[in-house]
């Protein structure tokens, strides 16, 4: 079984930055995909960013892209969010996603295990 833990979040005024951790436990960290999904209040839960198992492939949803940057370490079970330039619109609460298999992308039903969340807001 795997537990997500992520870590980071806050308040943060706009233009500011912020990076989230996410902590996971488990043997096979390095063998899946993981990615960062956001919820914001009265909306559905939308993709982020992805990475591949080894770290080597990357993907954005267009509304972070060239401001949030997506990263892991293997030794250390860990993936990261680095997110610069933000804007009282990324105020939502962030959650980590492992993937079911070694890349999932955007593809919300690829993931089957999601941390609690990190509320991170944005003040204007």
């Known amino acids: 079984q795997v537990q997500l833990v992520e870590s980071g979040g806050g308040l943060v005024q706009a233009g500011g930055s912020l990076r989230l951790s996410c902590a996971a436990s488990?043997?096979?960290?390095?063998?899946?995909?993981m990615g960062w999904f956001r919820q914001a209040p009265g909306k559905e839960r939308e993709f982020v960013a992805a990475?591949?198992?080894?770290?080597?492939?990357?993907d954005y949803a267009d509304s972070v892209k060239d401001r949030f940057t997506i990263s892991r370490d293997n030794a250390k079970n860990a993936v990261y969010l680095q997110m610069n330039s933000l804007k009282p619109e990324d105020t939502a609460v962030y959650y980590c996603?492992?993937?079911?298999?070694?890349?999932?992308?955007?593809?919300?039903?690829?993931?089957?295990?999601w941390g609690p969340g990190t509320q991170v807001t944005v003040s204007s």
């Open positions: 996603a492992k993937s079911r298999t070694g890349y999932s992308g955007s593809y919300y039903q690829g993931y089957d295990h």
């Open positions: 488990g043997r096979t960290f390095s063998s899946y995909g």
């Open positions: 990475i591949t198992w080894s770290g080597s492939g990357t």
